[in-house]
């Protein structure tokens, strides 16, 4: 069946639990479990492991360039990336140097952005310590119970498909199903989706969302082991459907998902502790037109 005909589905919790692949779509698992690596040396984040004009770079430091850096690094094999991170180090550290010398850390515009990346980092500090390690496994637990507990039932359904140029080619096969012919027989000789037609027409199982408009209204309003008694058109050519199966969708397993509930209420707890400084703080937007916009964005989250 080609791509285009499913549709993505992002609506509430499903938004985020859609996310969780199938275990019956992972067709492309690893079938050996990789060999296992040798434990990492301990390293002491102190130990000097170069110096530039006398002052020493340590294991600390390439640890941070490397995480710093990790974008630039992404590509580079992994026996590398240390002695990229020392490169980096060195080559900022001598700019840095020159820098100094010629008297740019005194600019009015450095100072700013020297300003701006020191808050920003102590912003990133407070997350961390603040917000992401104040969550514990039992709260992400909790959070995965109560949107599952929450999410009303969603229904799904088991189809296959005809799809065929002309209405004429499409009325030509009802006839034959009416006649006896097997659905499955047809799709493989006549379906021009070469994808579904190949397994006799199958779709598998979809929701509300995940298909175009015509596909689901079609398949939804069908009894299971029933097929469409008129062609159904939408932008592809010409369907005939047959319902084989209804059931309720099961959510994803708590596994599959876990990350990304640490991520919701990651933020949820981000925007608590934002309302609460907020609140406390006297801030004054003097530009009506940035106040404005200010608090429609404040008034949308």
Do not use: C
Not at 27 to 54: I, L, M, R, S
Not at 210 to 218: G, I
């Amino acid at each position: 069946m080609p791509l285009s005909f499913r549709r993505a589905s992002l609506a509430g919790l499903g938004v985020m639990l859609a996310l969780a692949v199938p275990a019956s779509q992972q067709a492309f698992a690893q079938e050996t479990p990789p060999a296992a690596e040798a434990p990492a040396k301990p390293v002491d984040p102190a130990a000097v492991v170069a110096t530039v004009n006398g002052q020493p770079i340590t294991e600390a430091d390439l640890t941070l360039a490397e995480s710093d850096l990790d974008q630039q690094f992404s590509r580079l094999p992994p026996e590398q990336r240390r002695a990229a991170a020392l490169s980096a180090i060195i080559e900022i550290r001598l700019m840095a140097a020159e820098a100094e010398a010629k008297g740019f850390d005194k600019d009015p515009e450095f100072q700013r952005r020297m300003k701006f990346l020191r808050d920003r980092a102590l912003h990133s500090q407070v997350v961390d310590q603040e917000v992401a390690k104040a969550i514990t496994d039992d709260q992400v637990r909790a959070r995965y119970d109560k949107e599952i507990a929450d999410a009303p039932p969603v229904n799904e359904v088991h189809a296959r498909h005809i799809l065929v140029k002309t209405k004429e080619e499409a009325e030509a096969i009802i006839k034959q199903l009416d006649a006896g012919a097997k659905f499955e027989d047809i799709a493989k000789e006549k379906s021009t989706d070469a994808g579904s037609g190949a397994n006799g027409g199958d779709l598998g199982y979809f929701g509300p969302g995940q298909m175009v408009p015509e596909f689901e209204k079609a398949a939804f309003a069908l009894e299971p082991g029933t097929y469409t008694k008129e062609p159904v058109q939408s932008q592809f050519g010409w369907h005939v459907f047959k319902v084989e199966d209804k059931r309720v969708q099961q959510p994803p397993a708590f596994d599959q998902v876990k990350g990304q509930v640490r991520s919701l209420l990651l933020r949820d707890k981000y925007f608590e502790l934002v309302k609460s400084l907020r609140g406390a703080a006297k801030i004054d937007v003097t530009d009506p037109e940035l106040k404005k916009a200010i608090d429609q964005m404040d008034a949308a989250k």
